[in-house]
């Protein structure tokens, strides 16, 4: 079946850090792919997306590229900020465009 | 001018007890979900609705049911709550016909079950 993997955290890194949050999925033909973001107490926000393969999503300094040859989606930042801290959920969706999430993982920006 | 909103923010209530969550969206989109998500951050699928389809994660027990009086809400009703239903649970919707895949969630109703 569909599913989606992603490195477990919390990850914690000094603020301007470089950001790299791997994420894998297995699917039947070619989902969209979607990078959300869960700030405390809050729902998810949509971070960024790639609907092909070779698309590249951005977003507030956060880039993800859809690698079909390696069934990635890898999350990247150049610079973090304290303000970065929050859980984020690598998504695809799947028949009726339901999600299926990977299980997030929490980063922690040390000031 | 909230796009997606969910009442209550916060529900507790006892075993047994039937309870419903309400959903609504003002974004005029034609799809609608339920998601929830545990202790532990994992977020599931439960239901995808639109006006002519239901399809249900088969893993959701046949006391959740959701409930559609109109394209803008999706209400989730859940009868003989058990300790397991505690989560919080998330309400979103999309655009699919128009191939403008991204959901736009809810802020969540926490729900604890004693």
């Known amino acids: 079946g569909n599913s989606v993997t992603q490195m477990e955290g919390p990850v914690t890194l000094s603020e301007e850090a470089f950001l790299t949050i791997n994420c894998t999925y297995t699917?039947?033909?070619?989902?969209?792919l979607f990078w959300y973001v869960q700030y405390p107490g809050e729902g998810l926000q949509l971070l960024l997306k790639?609907?092909?393969?070779?698309d590249k999503g951005s977003n507030k300094g956060f880039e993800a590229t859809y690698r079909k040859e390696t069934t990635s989606f890898h999350l990247e930042k150049g610079s973090v900020q304290v303000s970065d801290s929050a859980v984020y959920f690598c998504?695809?969706?799947?028949?009726?465009?339901?999600?299926?999430f990977g299980g997030g993982t929490r980063l922690m920006v040390k000031p | 001018d909230t796009a997606v909103s969910q009442t209550p923010k916060y529900l507790v209530t006892q075993m047994g007890n039937d309870k419903s969550i309400k959903c609504e969206q003002n974004?005029?989109?034609?799809?609608m979900y339920w998601y929830k998500q545990d202790s532990k951050k994992f977020l599931k699928i439960m239901f995808s609705y639109n006006n002519k389809e239901l399809i249900i994660n088969e893993t959701v027990p046949n006391r959740f049911s959701p409930k559609s009086p109109d394209k803008a809400h999706l209400n989730l009703h859940i009868n003989s709550l058990e300790l397991g239903d505690s989560a919080v649970y998330f309400c979103?919707?999309?655009?699919?016909?128009?191939?403008?895949?991204?959901?736009?969630f809810g802020p969540g109703t926490r729900l604890t079950v004693t």
């Open positions: 979103a919707s999309s655009q699919v016909d128009g191939k403008i895949y991204e959901q736009y």
């Open positions: 790639a609907t092909k393969a070779d």
């Open positions: 974004l005029g989109h034609d799809t």
């Open positions: 699917a039947t033909g070619y989902p969209s």
């Open positions: 998504a695809q969706n799947n028949a009726g465009n339901m999600l299926t």
